[in-house]
């Protein structure tokens, strides 16, 4: 497995500023959940681009796809990008047994 590097040219700057754009947090749990559901197989980032529910520039989705594999939640390889992480049972017996406030 290969680490994914970004450079600053890669994260989308406004001129004028150094102020950089990051994906919202509605954007990162789109692409999360596409890959949840989408886990038995693996898919190519252009393939993913596409059947994403909302257009996604690409810059964006390699941070969001950089994060996920951070945490571990992803791979990366030559075949594509495929969800890996299951949650703990303890986390799901925890949330369970818990009262929605």
Known sequence: MQKMKFTNTEVIEEKGTKTKRYPNL???????????????????????????????????LKIILQYLFESGKIIIDTKGVQWIYSEPEHIKKMLEDSVEV
């Open 26 to 60: 509605s954007t990162v749990l789109m692409v999360e959940d596409f890959l949840k559901k989408h886990r038995d197989v693996p898919i190519k980032i252009a393939e993913l681009k596409k059947k994403l529910p909302k257009q996604v520039m690409h810059q964006t």
